[in-house]
């Protein structure tokens, strides 16, 4: 079945770089049109998409954060890396991976499977 | 960016009654060349991560209960339950994917009246 695990430190200093991974299974990263996508929630707020990156290499970023965010992929190691610079308090979050898949006659999709998420904090 | 908002905050119903959910967006998320609107429906219960219930604004995810449906297109959207059960307290999101940056909605909190 797919499944998508993200792994990543829980606590992170102000101005730090944030590496997160998201290890997936049940799917390949090669496979055509297959995408995973980046998404954060801060405690009691609402979902912010970050950045996502297909088989292509296609990447795309959050407009608000594009200057600090790079996603790749690792598609022997089923692998994918996010990283956010210059970590700030305003960036604790859970971070979530999701899968985004159009099989058909489409360009993007919608997320049906998600990882559990990983709660990042960030403080000295 | 496209901007998504939802309608109302949050939502008090009854157990058996219809709750409704509204989404505008900025922009059209219908894409001509295929008739289909790029929006989904997610529901999120806490500590959890979110559930799609809706894509291409109407298509109900496989085991979703058919009490929620998802109608409208290009910038207005719905999300409606037909008969309120418990379980179906949450929180639902809106979502556009018609084009990068996808965005979503500030979401609406649905709990029993």
């Known amino acids: 079945q797919v499944t998508l695990k993200e792994s990543g430190p829980v606590l992170v200093q102000p101005t730090e770089t944030l590496t997160l991974t998201c290890t997936v299974s049940?799917?390949?990263?090669?496979?055509?049109?297959?995408?995973v996508s980046w998404i954060r929630q801060p405690p009691g707020k609402a979902l912010e998409w970050l950045a996502h990156?297909?088989?292509?290499?296609?990447?795309s970023y959050s407009t608000s954060l594009k200057s600090r965010l790079t996603i790749s992929k690792d598609t022997s190691k089923s692998q994918v890396v996010l990283t956010l610079t210059n970590m700030d308090p305003v960036d604790t979050a859970t971070y979530y991976c999701?899968?985004?898949?159009?099989?058909?006659?489409?360009?993007?999709?919608?997320?049906?499977?998600w990882g559990q998420g990983t709660l990042v904090t960030v403080s000295s | 960016d496209i901007v998504m908002t939802q309608s109302p905050d949050s939502l008090a119903v009854s157990l058996g009654e219809r709750a409704t959910i509204n989404c505008k967006s900025s922009?059209?998320?219908?894409?001509?060349?295929?008739?289909?609107?790029?929006l989904a429906w997610y529901q999120q219960k806490p500590g959890q991560p979110p559930n799609l219930l809706i894509y291409?604004?109407?298509t109900r995810e496989s085991g979703v209960p058919d009490r929620f449906s998802g109608s409208g297109s290009g910038t207005d959207f719905t999300l409606t339950i037909s008969s309120l059960q418990a379980e179906d307290v949450a929180v639902y999101y809106c979502?556009?994917?018609?084009?990068?940056?996808?965005?979503f909605g500030q979401g609406t909190k649905l709990e029993i009246k």
């Open positions: 922009q059209t998320v219908l894409y001509n060349s295929n008739n289909k609107n790029y």
């Open positions: 990156i297909f088989s292509d290499d296609e990447k």
């Open positions: 049940g799917f390949s990263l090669s496979t055509a049109k297959m995408g």
């Open positions: 291409w604004a109407s």
């Open positions: 979502q556009q994917y018609y084009s990068t940056p996808y965005t």
């Open positions: 999701a899968r985004e898949y159009c099989g058909g006659d489409c360009y993007h999709s919608y997320f049906a499977y």
